[in-house]
């Protein structure tokens, strides 16, 4: 199994910035898209905003395109999310997803415990 510990989060005013990062850990592992996803309100669906291929092939959901800028280091197993002219309704949990390849070539997906990101003045 892979563990993701994640960490950025916090409260910032309209149009300002924030970056978060999800660094991946454990034992004889592949690590294959990793991606960010949000909840914007309690019982609200997780939505995915922005993937990264191994590759580095990025895909983002429109309302956060040209703001938000998801980048990766396989060396260090860490994905960073660069959230730029931040609006309240950006406002949300955001998760890690990473998928992963074991040593047995099963393929599975882990999900970070999720960081709060307020943004309000």
């Known amino acids: 199994q892979v563990q993701l510990v994640e960490s950025g989060g916090g409260l910032v005013q309209p149009g300002g910035s924030l970056r978060l990062s999800c660094q991946a850990s454990?034992?004889?592992?592949?690590?294959?898209?990793m991606a960010w996803h949000r909840r914007q309100a309690p019982g609200q669906q997780r939505e995915s905003i922005a993937?990264?291929?191994?590759?580095?092939?990025?895909n983002y959901e429109p309302s956060v395109r040209d703001r938000f800028t998801i980048t990766r280091d396989n060396a260090q197993n860490t994905v960073y999310l660069q959230m730029n002219s931040l609006k309240p309704e950006d406002t949300a949990v955001y998760y890690c997803?990473?998928?992963?390849?074991?040593?047995?070539?099963?393929?599975?997906?882990?999900w970070g415990q999720g960081t709060q990101v307020t943004v309000s003045s």
């Open positions: 997803v990473v998928g992963f390849r074991d040593d047995l070539g099963r393929v599975d997906t882990s």
């Open positions: 454990g034992n004889r592992f592949t690590i294959l898209d």
């Open positions: 993937i990264i291929s191994r590759g580095g092939s990025t």
